[in-house]
């Protein structure tokens, strides 16, 4: 059978990532490669109790099928945590699902669209299905420079892709004057700024910055997740959006799934309500703030000089820069070889990738197995470091 596959196919393949986490699945492999969060920080009680609850009382509306927008009370719920009305917010299939539905309603092949330097993976992944031209924004630690968008990139931009928040891949945040910067920037070229959001509510303080939505409603789209705060096996995240751009987004939406899961629905929202999901949150926030120290504790012992890292003040990961002229992708072989993983750097980049750079995921790796794994991994940096001298 000659199966004729679409041109937009070309741009398919599976993230580097998924490569990586198939040889990680090896119990003796420390795996500091895959972005999953705690399994421990799942409150499964809370979630079971949701369960039989909506069981006894919401069963037929739990297994039937919903409103495209999403379970009314959950828009509600979400609406009122970010203040705005709930009829801009839509109930997605995870975060992931927003990425895929803007893309389907802002890219044309050929459309630019821009992004931070480095960006989040997946997200090149859905855009790149509608045959964007990227645009890498020159970022520096505090996330992308107003000033690199210029008119020219402007002109035709569909989108600005950021997450002001502990960034995937590398754990910066963006701070209050970056953030009102950007905002405006993007407001006098008319540029729409999609943020994306799946860590804000894992500052380890749990001082909330505003939202680039908050600083402008009706030049941004939000999305959140329930991936981080609850578990991601529930596959539940949200968009909201201008009014005009809810629309065409509920109508793609329709085509794709319809709706998202109703019992999915129902299940979340019946463990968030009434004010469950904050100390459940305090929570989550401590361990990962606890993890994250043993990693910066561990890179601190055991990094030869030269090597560079974020010190994030919240989520999962921390972004290592090797010295120049160290590619990261050419040593994960020889980490794995010794039972140790991480993602490299260049997997990140949509334009010129800086090789020497890799992520660290922190939080479902054991203390002592963060320390034995950085330990390992310092070893075989400082061996590369010696040879490349
Ligand atoms: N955006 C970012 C930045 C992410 O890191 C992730 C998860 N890795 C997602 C979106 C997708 O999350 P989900 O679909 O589980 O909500």
């Not at 894992?202 to 959140?224: E, F, H, I, K």
Request: glycine residues 8%; contains cysteine; hydrophobic residues 45%.
């Amino acid at each position: 059978m000659n199966i004729r596959f679409s041109r937009r196919t070309q741009a398919l393949s599976s993230s580097a990532i998924r490569e990586i986490l198939k040889v990680t699945e090896r119990p003796e492999v420390i795996s500091f490669a895959g972005g999953l969060p705690s399994p421990a920080s799942f409150p499964v009680d809370a979630i079971a109790r949701a369960s039989a609850r909506v069981f006894a009382r919401q069963a037929q509306t739990a297994l039937q099928y919903g409103p495209t927008e999403g379970y009314g009370p959950l828009r509600e719920w979400i609406g009122a945590r970010h203040r705005v009305a709930a009829e801009r917010v839509i109930v997605t299939t995870g975060s992931q699902q927003a990425l895929d539905l803007l893309g389907k309603v802002l890219i044309d092949p050929g459309s630019p669209v821009l992004v931070e330097t480095p960006t989040y993976l997946g997200a090149l992944q859905a855009f790149s299905l509608f045959e964007p031209v990227f645009c890498a924004l020159r970022s520096d630690d505090d996330g992308p420079l107003p000033e690199a968008l210029d008119v020219g990139l402007a002109q035709e931009a569909r989108l600005l892709y950021a997450q002001p928040n502990f960034q995937n891949p590398t754990g910066r945040r963006m701070p209050l004057a970056r953030r009102a910067a950007l905002v405006e920037r993007a407001r006098e070229l008319g540029v729409l700024l999609v943020e994306d959001d799946p860590y804000g509510e894992l500052a380890y303080d749990g001082q909330r910055l505003p939202t680039l939505l908050s600083m402008n409603p009706d030049g941004v789209v939000y999305l959140g997740s329930f991936s981080k705060v609850l578990a991601p096996g529930l596959r539940l995240g949200y968009l909201i959006a201008p009014p005009k751009l809810a629309r065409k987004l509920v109508h793609a939406k329709q085509a794709a799934d319809l709706h998202s899961p109703s019992l999915a629905q129902l299940l979340a929202f019946e463990t968030v309500r009434d004010g469950l999901l904050d100390p459940h949150l305090a929570a989550v926030r401590e361990r990962y703030r606890a993890q994250c120290e043993v990693m910066l504790d561990a890179l601190a012992r055991h990094m030869p000089p030269g090597v560079r890292w974020s010190r994030p003040r919240g989520g999962m990961f921390v972004w290592l820069t090797l010295p120049a002229g160290v590619d990261a992708g050419e040593l994960l072989p020889r980490a794995i070889a010794r039972n140790v993983a991480f993602v490299p750097g260049a997997a990140f980049y949509a334009g010129p990738a800086a090789v020497n750079t890799l992520r660290l995921a922190f939080v479902t790796v054991p203390p002592a197995r963060i320390e034995q794994g950085v330990a390992i991994l310092g070893q075989l940096f400082a061996e590369a470091l010696a040879r490349a001298a």
